[in-house]
T-cell receptor, first 109, second 113 residues
Framework: DAKTTQPPSMDCAEGRAANLPCNHS???????VYWYRQIHSQGPQYIIH???NNETNEMASLIITEDRKSSTLILPHATLRDTAVYYC??????????FGGGTRVLVKP | DGGITQSPKYLFRKEGQNVTLSCEQN?????MYWYRQDPGQGLRLIYY???????QKGDIAEGYSVSREKKESFPLTVTSAQKNPTAFYLC????????????FGPGTRLLVL
């Protein structure tokens, strides 16, 4: 599975959109992009995943570049409860899910 | 979480003792996984099971053992051979191999005294 690179931390203002970048330049054609988040001392929570089309659900939107080498997770209206570590990972069917260090997001009032 | 139960939430172990962490799910998911997380780090895969009575080693299986006698249960035993067992342990499930989205339990924090 491709290695992913995320900024270690970022702040965003409550009520504003939070845009979380992820680089996965070595992604292969059969690998999906997955996003999870982990609130302190809890299990990771699945957010969204996609292959090449942009995806949206009730939690977030996922924008994948045309060359699939990077993606952006968008939290449309960040709340204080969105403060967490956000993990971007790639995975092909049948392969293991791996998590790197993630991005520590702090939503400020 | 929500259908994946891990117990206990906190567990204390004396050095040299084996300890078993419980993971139960009522989601009817075929696959189950155990991960270890150290402070400030990502997750590392210990063991996984795609089907009852079958399981495979992950990246850091040494010092751990598992069983999968029932679809709903995937207990993890941390043996005395695990030299640095203090960590946050997470169980996850996925519906079936082809779907692969994993859902996580609330975790068990193991502390060695």
């Amino acid at each position: 599975d491709a290695k992913t690179t995320q900024p270690p931390s970022m702040d965003c203002a409550e009520g504003r959109a939070a845009n979380l970048p992820c680089n996965h330049s070595t992604i292969s054609g059969n690998e999906y992009v997955y996003w999870y988040r982990q609130i302190h001392s809890q299990g990771p929570q699945y957010i969204i995943h996609g292959l090449k089309n942009n995806e949206t659900n009730e939690m977030a939107s996922l924008i994948i570049t045309e060359d699939r080498k990077s993606s952006t997770l968008i939290l449309p209206h960040a709340t204080l409860r969105d403060t967490a570590v956000y993990y971007c990972t790639t995975k092909a069917a049948g392969n293991k899910l791996t998590f790197g260090g993630g991005t520590r997001v702090l939503v400020k009032p | 979480d929500g259908g994946i139960t891990q117990s206990p939430k906190y567990l204390f172990r004396k050095e040299g003792q084996n300890v078993t962490l419980s993971c139960e799910q009522n989601l009817n998911h075929d696959a189950m996984y155990w991960y270890r997380q150290d402070p400030g780090q990502g997750l590392r895969l210990i063991y996984y099971s795609q089907i009852v009575n079958d399981f495979q080693k992950g990246d850091i299986a040494e010092g751990y053992s598992v069983s999968r006698e029932k679809k709903e249960s995937f207990p993890l035993t941390v043996t005395s051979a695990q030299k640095n067992p203090t960590a946050f342990y997470l169980c996850a499930t996925s519906p079936q191999r082809s779907t692969e989205t994993q859902y996580f339990g609330p975790g068990t924090r193991l502390l060695v005294l």
